[in-house]
């Protein structure tokens, strides 16, 4: 079995560079994925592991055999190449480089009664992460990345999912075409925004229904509000208009989810 102890590996630096540069990522087709369990969904949602790599101290051969069910190449690493590459402390000794999916809209298999989120231009991987874990715990057919502002399988966004982005269709697209896909799948559309709104709890969401959120400090483009079968607003009793998208989202969503009896 191949063995890297230094920090300097060409390899190890090939990793760094994947980590933190989009344009590797999208050269390669490849990603980093770090723990057990994200590494169990990742497998679970059909993405290809490439490599394994371990530390031997905290996770063993045999452990890693039983996690797999794909036949990968396995590095033993040391302490510090693990410490370089990991983010966290607690993923217990091991990463796997993994191959990226196209996340294309053509894509994308809905049920017949599909409920979509799609988030216009969010920026911040955290925020991506957060909406991917609401998705996951309600069930939705997809989430649509529209005018993506951050690449999908950034380490950021890979760590704050906990593994939704591997549990959950994911597409990304322009607005102009995500807006096309979903009136070609009559699916209604249901804009969060303060223009010309209506509170949200009165709209019927129990037949095809996308729910769109935008940016929190913009909102959505005026292509949405256009195209939108109603927009849509949380009642707010405070002195600010807006709140974290993520939770903004989770709002509507299980409003929607309630609608159609959980």
Known sequence: ???IASVQNPYIKSLVQLQEKTKTRKQTGTFLIEGQREIMLAQKGGYELETILFLPDLISENE????????????????????????????????AIAKTKSLQLSDLKLSENPLILVAEATEKPGNIGALLRT?????????????????MYNPNVVRSSVGCLFTRQIAVG???DVIAYLKEKDIAIYCATLQ??????????STPSALVVGTEATGLTEAWRNA???NIIIPMQGEIDSMN??????????????QRGF
């Open 1 to 3: 079995m191949k063995q």
């Open 64 to 95: 890693i055999k039983q996690l797999t069910r794909q036949k990968v190449e396995l590095i033993e690493i040391s302490k510090e190449v693990y410490q370089k590459l990991a983010y966290r402390d607690t993923t217990e000794g091991i990463l």
């Open 135 to 151: 998705a996951d715990a309600a069930n939705l057919d997809a989430v649509i990345i529209a005018n993506p502002k951050s690449d």
């Open 174 to 176: 322009s607005t102009d």
């Open 196 to 205: 010309d709104s209506t509170y949200y709890h009165t709209q019927d969401y």
């Open 228 to 230: 939108s079968t109603k």
């Open 245 to 258: 998208v993520s939770v903004a989202a989770a709002i509507l969503i299980f409003e929607a989810k309630r």
